[in-house]
């Protein structure tokens, strides 16, 4: 019993994710056994040619899941003017999305242990070809729906397949700069999409969506499986082999693969725990933290901005297509400073700055329309819109957008990462799915109130990050468990 406890309180707590670091070849043990010495390798890992191409072929997952978000802002006024959609009809093709990626998500786990990483990346890049071709050649609103809808269930499924995998093939070293590329990859899907979207009409708009699926899908047969993977369902010979392919013929893997057996050992030590059993006292802590993140973040109105943004330029009375330009100029780089500080300033410090940014944002955005109403200052009013916009655009970019995510993966022992991953992943797409649908009738409410709501979630966010959310840069993951679930670690 005593050895149980101090598994599921974090001594051998360590996931997937970290496993695929090998932290326990530097004598970081695992399980309070040493390791140094052994000649892993992948304590200074080079990025082998492999690597490189695995990961490129797996974020063009990361570009279709943000080119399917920003498809709904450019294409907002010729699929309303073709189909004859009204602002409710609209509304219900922008929100689907986010219903068919709630689908997506609940199954994405056990799908991925089911058919493997690559199967299910695969899978889901089908779904997406049938919902894109199914908006384009859309001729009723049903269709569209449909279509966004199928879209929505491979967005899914690619936002917990494509992290885990590239954390599953990458060494230690270089584990985190190469996960992080795949929220960059989704800050340009959205950006470019937007971009496209200017240029072209929405059905072109929607075609053009088919062309990183069918990239993934071609990439797939050039990479290999994830080694994790083929350890966890019995093929271990399998997963070395696809070990040393990606980390050169002549690496030495044997330090790493044996870590992965300890792994594969350790996991059936452990139940599979349940989404009720996640409500105990002991968790109480990184539950708290893991969907209060969720929450904030979805309910600070990320997609209503997103979803609509050319809606909120013409609203604030700017050009929609400088707005949006402006936004791609903004977006990319604030989300490439964001990876390359996570690791350097810490997770608190950025998610601070950040959450301060978007309160700000929102308040700049909330006086354009209330100076607009009042019709006073009407020469800088749409200025304060391109403004707060830009600032909460690139201050959500630089944290708000992925470190809940990499938090999330930190705080739950592994027992209960599957769980807990569903969990804070169904309660991000539901409050995404809320805000979406709600977002166009708030704006008919009351535009300037719209923001200023979403300007007092933001302002709660800078409170909930001081006082909840521990720094987790620096630390083992036994570290922050033990200090976050006290309870399970009795022994």
């Keep these: 019993m005593g050895s149980r406890e101090s598994i599921e309180g974090g001594e051998l707590a360590s996931p997937l994710l970290d496993v695929a670091g090998g932290r326990n070849s530097g004598g970081d043990d695992v399980g309070g056994s040493s390791r140094s010495g052994t000649g892993s390798g992948s304590e200074n890992s080079s990025a082998t040619s492999m690597v490189v191409l695995s990961t490129l072929v797996a974020v063009s997952g990361s570009y279709v899941f943000g080119s399917a978000v920003g498809y709904s802002s450019p294409a907002r006024s010729g699929i309303m003017d073709d189909l004859g959609l009204s602002v409710a009809e609209y509304s219900v093709f922008g929100s689907i999305l986010t219903i068919g990626a709630m689908i997506g998500a609940v199954v994405s786990g056990k799908m991925a242990d089911y058919i493997g990483r690559r199967g299910t990346m695969g899978f889901s890049q089908i779904v997406c070809i049938f919902g894109w071709l199914a908006i384009a050649l859309s001729k009723v609103a049903w269709w569209a729906d449909l279509g966004r809808l199928l879209v929505g269930c491979g967005m899914g499924l690619l936002s917990y397949v494509v992290p885990i995998y590239i954390a599953e093939i990458t060494p230690k070293n270089l584990r985190g700069g190469f996960t992080t590329v795949h929220q960059l990859m989704i800050c340009c899907g959205v ?89 105990q006292w002991r968790y109480a802590h990184s539950l708290l933290v893991g969907v209060g993140l969720m929450v904030l973040q979805q309910f600070g109105g990320v997609n209503g901005i997103a979803f609509y943004a050319s809606t909120i330029f013409i609203s604030a009375g700017f050009s929609d297509s400088i707005g949006t330009i402006a936004m791609v100029a903004v977006q990319i780089p604030m989300t490439a400073l964001g990876v390359v500080l996570m690791d350097k300033s810490g997770r608190r410090p950025l998610l601070l700055v950040s959450s301060a940014g978007t309160c700000l944002g929102c308040l700049f955005v909330g006086l354009s329309f209330l100076l607009k109403d009042l019709q006073g200052w009407s020469q800088v009013t749409p200025i304060f819109a391109l403004v707060g916009i830009l600032v909460y655009t690139g201050s959500f970019s630089l944290g708000m957008g992925g470190i809940p995510w990499v938090i999330m993966s930190e705080i739950f022992p592994i027992n209960m990462k599957g769980s807990a991953g569903s969990l804070v992943t169904l309660v991000s797409w539901l409050g995404s799915w809320i805000v979406s649908y709600a977002f166009n009738f708030l704006m008919d409410w009351n535009s300037a109130g719209t923001f200023f709501m979403f300007s007092s979630i933001c302002g709660v966010t800078v409170l909930f990050v001081a006082k909840l959310v521990p720094e987790t840069k620096g630390r083992t993951l036994e570290e922050i468990q033990a200090s976050m679930n006290p309870f399970s670690v009795k022994r």
């Design 191 to 279: 950006s470019l999409t937007y971009l496209i979207g200017a240029f072209v009409n929405w059905r072109a708009l929607a075609l053009i969506g088919t062309i990183p699926c069918v990239v993934q899908i071609l990439g797939l047969f050039f990479i290999p499986e994830s080694p994790r993977w083929l350890a966890k369902i019995g093929k271990e010979k399998e997963g070395e082999a696809a070990l040393q392919h990606l980390r050169g013929k002549n690496a030495d893997t044997s330090g790493e693969a044996a870590e992965i057996r300890d792994y594969t050992k350790t996991l059936k030590l452990l139940s599979e725990a349940s989404i009720l059993d996640l409500f």
